[in-house]
C-alpha cells in the first residue's frame, strides 16, 4: 500500500535547496535520506511531514494531495497518522515523563504500553520531570510518545543523536519491528551512514537532487 508520494518538489530559501525531487513510501518500508549538512534533508522531510509547504510539486499522503486538504482534516491527518521525531525533544518540561506520554494517549485514544517502555529503557525514571532527565533519556520519552500514538507514517529527523551507538541501533530495531507490525512506513534523515544503512532504501541529497544509493 501506498503511504506518501512526492512529486516533483523543488524549494528555495536564498538559495535552491532541491529542485525535482520525487520520492514512493510504500506500508512496511523504511526510506533514509543522507547528506551534507545544509544540502536540505530537513527542509525536505519538512515538507513530507507537511510542516512545510514546497515552492513547487505535490505531496500526497494515504491518497490525499495534502495542499488541497482542509485544516481541520489536515489536522486530524497529524493527529492520527503521522508521527515526528526530531533532535529536539519538544517535550513539555513542566510535566513529567509519563505525562507527556498520556497527551499523546488521550488526543489519539491509544493506551500506553510498558513494553514500550521497557524497551526504551525509561520504564523506572517515567514519573521524573522531564527537566530530571538526561538528553539521551529525553529522547526516548519523545520516541515513545510518537509510537504511542500508533502512527502510520514515521518521519524521523536525526532521532538518535542524543544517544549512544548500542541505544541507537536498539531504536532502529524498534522503528522496523513497528512499521512490519502496524504496516507502517518511516521516512529517516540522518548524517549517521551506518544508521541509514539499516533501512531499506536509502536516498542522497546531493547538489539539488535527491539519488536512490541503496
Known amino acids: ?10 524549494h ?24 551534507a549538512s545544509g544540502s536540505g534533508k530537513s527542509t525536505l522531510l519538512h515538507i513530507l511531514s507537511t510542516l512545510l ?6 505531496v500526497s499522503i494515504l491518497g490525499d494531495d ?22 529536539s525533544h519538544y517535550l513539555f518540561k513542566g510535566f513529567s515523563a509519563y505525562e507527556n506520554l498520556e497527551v499523546a494517549a488521550m488526543l489519539s485514544k491509544k493506551p500506553i504500553e510498558d513494553e514500550l517502555l521497557k524497551r526504551l529503557k525509561i520504564l523506572e525514571p517515567i514519573n ?7 538528553g539521551g533519556q529525553q529522547q526516548r520519552v519523545s520516541i515513545a510518545r510518537v509510537l504511542t500514538k500508533k502512527p502510520k507514517i514515521i518521519f524521523a529527523d536525526e532521532p538518535t543523536g542524543n544517544l549512544d551507538k548500542q541505544t541507537a541501533y ?15 512506513g ?23 537532487e535527491l539519488e536512490q544509493v541503496k
Open 1 to 10: 500500500m501506498n503511504l506518501l508520494s512526492a512529486q516533483n518538489l523543488s
Open 12 to 35: 528555495t530559501f536564498e538559495y535552491e535547496l532541491f529542485n525535482s525531487v520525487s520520492l514512493e513510501l510504500n506500508s512496511k518500508e523504511s526510506i533514509a535520506i543522507i547528506g
Open 53 to 58: 509547504k514546497p515552492d513547487s510539486g505535490t
Open 66 to 87: 495534502i495542499s488541497t486538504l482542509k485544516k481541520a482534516k489536515l489536522a486530524k491527518l497529524k493527529r492520527d497518522s503521522l508521527g515526528l521525531i526530531f533532535q
Open 128 to 134: 521524573q520531570k522531564v527537566t530530571e532527565l538526561s
Open 170 to 184: 536498539e531504536v532502529m530495531e524498534l522503528f522496523f519491528e513497528y512499521i512490519e507490525e502496524n504496516e507502517a
Open 186 to 208: 518511516m521516512i529517516l534523515v540522518t548524517h549517521d551512514e551506518e544508521l541509514a544503512y539499516m533501512c531499506q532504501s536509502v536516498y542522497r541529497l546531493e547538489d539539488k
